[in-house]
Antibody, heavy 122, light 111 residues
Framework: QVQLVQSGAEVKKPGSSVKVSCKASGGVFSSYAINWVRQAPGLGLEWMGGVIPFFGTANYAQKFQDRVTITADTSTNTVYMELSSLRSDDTALYYC???????????????WGQGTLVTVSS | QSVLTQPPSASGTPGQRVTISCSGSSSNIGSNPVNWYQQLPGTAPKVLIYANDVRPSGVPDRFSGSKSGTAASLAISGLQSEDEAHYYCSAWDDSLTGSWVFGGGTKLTVL
């Protein structure tokens, strides 16, 4: 059964960047999409983008298009999400989640990583 | 403002049946399957229903999903205390280059 393990909590200054990792183990990696979804404190879920590691090209939500970069390293079964020009309203739990079926972004998301808390504060 | 519309809260007593609605548009629910996620307090979401009405292995058959046109619903029968959680609907939206959209979430309280 695939498991996703994310990197630890981060505290960042406004204007800086953060890079969060998501390492997959126990299953097929490169043919399944990895999505990034964030959740601000007390709020709902917001999709940021996703990548199918085999193909390498990421798809981003329009809202984050200019600030987010999602990359995959198939040699280590790890996907990275880098968010730049951080603002206080980027403070959130950031989750990675695997696509339910191979070779497509648009089926469902399962399983999810444990979440990484990113706090943006001066 | 979420793209999909859900009621912010729902409640029921143990044993009751509760439904949670989710409304979208032609570019998302109207043309793509709906998934439902359960988020227990302090944990990551997990898929509860995918492809409108399919329960993953391990999800009790008390949970069921349906879709009609641009709306979907999640039904929970035989409500149990451990069902108290947030529930989110989601669908792929075909606008622009495509993206996942979510409802704002429904907090289910078991009275």
């Amino acid at each position: 059964q695939v498991q996703l393990v994310q990197s630890g909590a981060e505290v960042k200054k406004p204007g800086s960047s953060v890079k969060v990792s998501c390492k997959a183990s126990g299953g097929v990696f490169s043919s399944y999409a990895i999505n990034w979804v964030r959740q601000a404190p007390g709020l709902g879920l917001e999709w940021m983008g996703g990548v199918i590691p085999f193909f390498g090209t990421a798809n981003y939500a329009q809202k984050f298009q200019d600030r987010v970069t999602i990359t995959a390293d198939t040699s280590t079964n790890t996907v990275y999400m880098e968010l730049s020009s951080l603002r206080s309203d980027d403070t959130a739990l950031y989750y990675c989640g695997r696509g339910g079926l191979p070779a497509a972004l648009n089926n469902w998301i399962d399983p999810w990583g444990q979440g990484t808390l990113v706090t943006v504060s001066s | 403002q979420s793209v999909l519309t859900q009621p912010p809260s729902a409640s029921g007593t143990p044993g009751q049946r509760v439904t949670i609605s989710c409304s979208g548009s032609s570019s998302n629910i109207g043309s793509n399957p709906v998934n439902w996620y359960q988020q227990l307090p302090g944990t990551a979401p997990k898929v509860l229903i995918y492809a409108n009405d399919v329960r993953p292995s391990g999800v009790p058959d008390r949970f069921s999903g349906s879709k009609s046109g641009t709306a979907a619903s999640l039904a929970i029968s035989g409500l149990q205390s451990e069902d108290e959680a947030h529930y989110y609907c989601s669908a792929w939206d075909d606008s622009l280059t495509g993206s996942w959209v979510f409802g704002g979430g429904t907090k289910l309280t078991v009275l």
